[in-house]
């Protein structure tokens, strides 16, 4: 069975500091990958996707960036986050020609 | 623009009552519509719907699509406190990426 993982689970970090949220996907192959933020008492924003490897789009203008080294692998990075960066980010997966997303356990993030 | 918008915005009931949660839609190319559960964590999926009139089931949930008048209820007979979540609509439209386009969620409080 596919199953998927993100961590960490939960962070602080201060403002103009880096980040790196790191997701894998087992069990299936060629996934589509993406990455969701949910603010506060808000539905879920999508923030970029990914249909293979190194393959990113980026829905939202915004100073994070996702990389897809591997095909499994999806990666969520700032090089100096913004108080607004906080939120709940969410990494989930689908198959290539799917009709339903699946998500990890989520990444609190707190920028101090 | 694509969006999705889901009423009431809360909800509070007692155990046992009945509720209707309802999603309404505008999106290009529509596929699917799917809903997810969101306690504290993750959303779990519930139903993806894709034909108008054909009612999903499981359990005391059940969920039907109206595609001539861009909407979907979500049914929860004899509730729970087990049901007390946020409730997230998503549409996806017919595209390879298969982006969900999530509404706010209608949060439901169930009380013994």
């Known amino acids: 069975s596919q199953t998927i993982h993100q961590w960490p689970a939960t962070l602080v970090q201060p403002v103009g500091s880096p980040l790196s949220l790191e997701c894998t996907v087992e069990?299936?192959?060629?996934?589509?990958l993406y990455w969701y933020r949910q603010a506060a008492g808000r539905g879920l924003q999508l923030l970029f996707y990914?249909?293979?490897?190194?393959?990113i789009s980026s829905e939202v203008p915004q100073n994070l960036s996702a990389s897809r080294p591997q095909d499994r692998q999806f990666i969520l990075s700032s090089k100096k986050l913004l108080l607004s960066d906080s939120g709940f980010y969410l990494c989930?997966?689908?198959?290539?020609?799917?009709?339903?997303?699946?998500f990890g356990e989520g990444s609190w993030l707190t920028v101090v | 623009e694509d969006k999705v918008v889901q009423s009431p915005l809360s909800l509070v009931v007692h155990e046992g009552d009945t509720v209707t949660l309802n999603c309404s839609y505008e999106?290009?190319?529509?596929?699917?519509l799917l809903w997810y559960k969101q306690e504290k964590k993750a959303p779990t999926f519930l139903f993806m719907l894709?034909?108008?009139?054909i009612e999903k089931k499981s359990g005391r949930l059940s969920s039907i699509l109206d595609k001539k008048e861009l909407f979907s209820i979500l049914n929860i007979t004899a509730t729970q406190t087990g049901d007390s979540a946020v409730y997230l609509c998503?549409?996806?439209?017919?595209?390879?990426?298969?982006?969900?386009?999530f509404g706010s969620g209608t949060r439901l409080l169930v009380r013994p």
């Open positions: 894709t034909s108008s009139g």
């Open positions: 069990g299936t192959s060629n996934p589509n």
């Open positions: 989930a997966w689908s198959v290539r020609s799917g009709n339903t997303i699946y």
């Open positions: 990914s249909v293979g490897i190194g393959q």
């Open positions: 998503a549409v996806g439209p017919m595209d390879s990426s298969y982006k969900l386009i």
């Open positions: 999106v290009t190319n529509f596929r699917s």
